[in-house]
């Protein structure tokens, strides 16, 4: 596959999402309540799938990504604002919350890679609905595609999407994690989207939670719930399905499988994160739909052979050499 050519400077992909640190303890098991373990290993990471999402593009992109979020005006918000910007992000748009902290994860591991996860929202909270209200007119103009996750407030991701559907964006919705008691409002964000991004589980939990979906199927099978999807929203509805790869279901269009990279996964955090983000960037630079999948699954792909969440995401070169070796098949 040939490089493409380099875009405008002008022409940007926006991020809407959550940003957290990552603290994690591995040690030879998890406490049990009560109980203090001496020993293990601790090491700090970034994550947050708005910020994930971000760097995933930017990587892919080489530049011409803002993120949208919340920080805690803090230790760590300081240097999450200082890596993004590392990278290449735009943080412009990514405000600092006196009243709250950077949101947090703590992650306990075993020896067998089991874990626990307890997180604090924090900041990301405070992304809200006037908070996009207050974006600037030339920051959408600058930002032909948009990008959305559900670990920020639904309202504020709803007004998002509405807002580029205004000015004629293109969207895209990671629909994760799925907001079960806020179907109608889901329901109603869901008519603003382009491209949605379910995983079979988070298919499974749309069919179950929105009622219209129900209505037109009862079936188990994630590849009709995605069609179905296609069809009520009028959106193409890429379902990702890890080993078995994905597939893409259009308005009134025959289902199309997208085989996955034989590769030895190692550690899969974040490889939903890796497929949306550069699905993403490849969309803003005008790749079709049929030639911007494969891309998103080869980074994906390349993700889940490296160890941790931003540090395993690919840039532009290793997402290519994977692309290439699946051609090659």
Known sequence: MNELAPLAPSTSLAVLGSINVDLTIRSQRIPAIGETIV??????????????????AVRYLQGHVSLIGGVGDDAFGRLMIQDLQSDGIDTSEVYRHA???????????????????????GANNCVTADAIRTISAAFWQRHPVALASLEVPLL????????????????????????TNQAQLLSDTLS??????PNETEAL????????????SQSDSTTDIARHIADHFACHCILTCGGNGAYWAAPGSTLRHFPAHAVRAVDTTA?????????????????PMEDAIPIAMAAAASSVQKEGAQSSLPNR????TQLAELNKK
């Open 99 to 121: 009243s709250e902290a950077t949101g947090t994860a703590l992650i306990l591991v075993d020896a067998q890679g089991n874990n626990c996860i307890s997180v604090a929202s």
């Open 39 to 56: 020993g293990g290993s601790f090491y700090r990471a970034n994550g947050g799938k708005g910020a994930n999402q971000a760097v995933a």
């Open 271 to 287: 490889a939903g994160d890796a497929f949306s983000g550069v699905l993403s960037a490849a969309i803003l630079e005008g790749q």
């Open 317 to 320: 070169t290793e997402v290519l």
């Open 156 to 179: 504020a991701v709803h007004h998002f999407l509405r807002m580029c559907r205004q000015r004629g964006q293109q969207t895209i919705l990671n629909p994760a994690p799925i907001p």
């Open 192 to 197: 603003y989207v382009d491209v949605l991004t």
């Open 205 to 216: 939990w749309l069919q179950n939670c929105l009622p219209e979906l129900n209505q037109e």
